[in-house]
Structures are given as C-alpha cells and as structure tokens.
C-alpha cells in the first residue's frame, strides 16, 4: 500500500473511532449505522474513483454517467418528499432542470472548458446541490401546507386555485431551502475553505487558481438551487393544494 494511501486508511479509521466513541458518550445508539455508512462511503468512492477514470480515458462515457447521477438524484428526492402522483415527476424536473441550465450557461460562456475533465466534475457537484436543495424545498413545502391547512382551505374556500392556495407556503420552504447555500457562499473563505478549494490546493493549483474554480462551483450551486427550489415548488403545488400529505396530515 503506498504511504499516503496508509496515512489516508489511519486517519480515517481514526476518525471513525472519534464518532463512535461520541455516539456512545451521547447515548445517540447508532454505532452500527456509523460503521455501515463508513463501509459504504470507502465502497463507493472506490467504485466511483474506477468509473470516473474510465470516463475520462472514454469521453463518450459522461454522458451516460450523468445519466446515472441525474436519475439517481431524481429518485433520493421524490423519496424524500413523498407526493404521491407528483413527486417523482417534480423532483426529477426540478434537479434536470436546474443542472442543465448553470452547466450550460458556465459552458456557453466559457467559464469552464467543454470537456470531460472539467464538465463532469463541475456537473457531479452541481448534481448533488440541487438534490439537496430539491428534497430540502419539497419536504418543507409539505410540512409548512400540513402545519397551515386550515388557512389553505380558507383560499380555497373563496375560490383560490390549489397552486394559488399554497403559494405562500411554497415561498417560505423555497426561502428556507436556500438558507444553507447563500450561507456558505456568504461566508465562504470566513468561517470555513470549501472542498473544491482545498483539494485544488493539495493539488497543487495557486491560490487564486482554486479560488477562481472554487467560486465557480459556490455560485454554480447557487444557481442550481435557486432554480430547483423554485421548480420543485411551485410543480407541488396543484397537488399539495388539493390535499395534506406526510405525518401533519395524517395526525
């Protein structure tokens, strides 16, 4: 085994041992499930690191690993937010949607080279937020028409349309989805160095290369999610309008 790679193994089985060690002191009972996800992560990104190099030696590869991303991040997220009927469809518009438009506009405008190399890396990050920000603006949407139906029916009731009757609660999950995005990139460089920014060190890039690249992906996200939020939301509505859906409901 090379040395970094040993070291690397070390720490992370050192800090595998920290987490357990905290869940016992915080009586958390999830040691089990902390060693599985440790598993799984060192599975995954082996599995991941191989796809990824064959995708770089074959180009004509990417598109077909987006694919893969794109249905896989559709599917986490409609599990999330579990709408019936709408769900799956909404979740899936909302992240394509959302990464196509910020790939496409950092590609058309050259801020990014239209190659593998650049272009999957870039979209795999961009992936992964607006499925965060998908499944984040669709539970809280059915949360927040769940905790304020009696309001909902009283729109109804004077002859609002379901999207109109819970428009105001898809603003305020749309919002509050967001908050962890514009947070990051209000403070980033502050209160912490983004991933991207300190892999590119280790890497051996300049500062002002890894911030350049680094501020890319912080407002590619940003965008990403802004479009998925808004998306997600407002493709819930006519069904989130008619009827209370998740544990509110059924109360």
Same mark, same amino acid.
């Given at each position: 085994?090379?040395?970094?790679?040993?070291?690397?193994?070390?720490?992370?089985?050192?800090?595998?041992?920290?987490?357990?060690?905290?869940?016992?002191?915080?009586?958390?009972?999830?040691?089990?499930?902390?060693?599985?996800?440790?598993?799984?992560?060192?599975?995954?990104?082996?599995?991941?690191?191989?796809?990824?190099?064959?995708?770089?030696?074959?180009?004509?590869?990417?598109?077909?690993?987006?694919?893969?991303?794109?249905?896989?991040?559709?599917?986490?997220?409609?599990?999330?937010? @579990? #709408?019936?009927?709408? +769900?799956?469809? !909404? /979740? %899936?518009? $909302?992240? =394509?949607?959302?990464?196509?438009? &910020?790939?496409? *506009?950092?590609?058309?405008?050259?801020?990014?080279?239209?190659?593998?190399?650049?272009?999957?890396?870039?979209?795999?990050?961009?992936?992964?937020?607006?499925?965060?920000?998908?499944?984040?603006?669709?539970?809280?949407?059915?949360?927040?028409?769940?905790?304020?139906?009696?309001?909902?029916?009283?729109?109804?009731?004077?002859?609002?349309?379901?999207?109109? @009757? #819970?428009?105001?609660? +898809?603003?305020? !999950? /749309? %919002?509050? $989805?967001? =908050?962890?995005?514009?947070?990051? &990139?209000?403070? *980033?460089?502050?209160?912490?160095?983004?991933?991207?920014?300190?892999?590119?060190?280790?890497?051996?890039?300049?500062?002002?290369?890894?911030?350049?690249?680094?501020?890319?992906?912080?407002?590619?996200?940003?965008?990403?999610?802004?479009?998925?939020?808004?998306?997600?939301?407002?493709?819930?509505?006519?069904?989130?309008?008619?009827?209370?859906?998740?544990? @509110?409901?059924?109360?």
């Amino acid at each position: 085994m090379p040395r970094d790679l040993s070291f690397s193994a070390l720490g992370v089985v050192l800090l595998t041992g920290v987490t357990l060690v905290m869940f016992r002191i915080g009586g958390l009972g999830r040691s089990r499930e902390v060693l599985v996800v440790v598993v799984r992560a060192i599975v995954q990104m082996t599995v991941v690191g191989l796809v990824i190099a064959a995708v770089l030696r074959s180009p004509a590869l990417a598109p077909v690993y987006l694919a893969v991303m794109l249905t896989a991040a559709s599917v986490t997220s409609a599990r999330r937010i @579990a #709408v019936p009927g709408r +769900g799956p469809r !909404a /979740a %899936a518009v $909302a992240i =394509v949607s959302a990464s196509v438009t &910020t790939v496409l *506009v950092l590609v058309v405008s050259r801020a990014v080279t239209f190659d593998a190399r650049h272009v999957v890396p870039l979209a795999a990050q961009v992936i992964g937020g607006a499925m965060t920000a998908t499944s984040l603006a669709g539970q809280r949407f059915v949360d927040q028409v769940s905790s304020s139906w009696a309001e909902v029916e009283g729109w109804l009731a004077l002859g609002a349309t379901p999207p109109v @009757a #819970v428009r105001e609660q +898809g603003r305020v !999950a /749309a %919002a509050r $989805a967001l =908050v962890p995005v514009l947070d990051q &990139t209000r403070n *980033v460089g502050l209160v912490v160095l983004p991933g991207a920014y300190v892999g590119l060190l280790l890497g051996g890039a300049t500062p002002l290369d890894a911030g350049r690249l680094q501020l890319l992906v912080l407002v590619g996200l940003m965008a990403a999610q802004s479009v998925a939020v808004v998306v997600v939301t407002r493709l819930l509505g006519p069904a989130l309008g008619v009827r209370r859906v998740g544990a @509110a409901a059924a109360a």
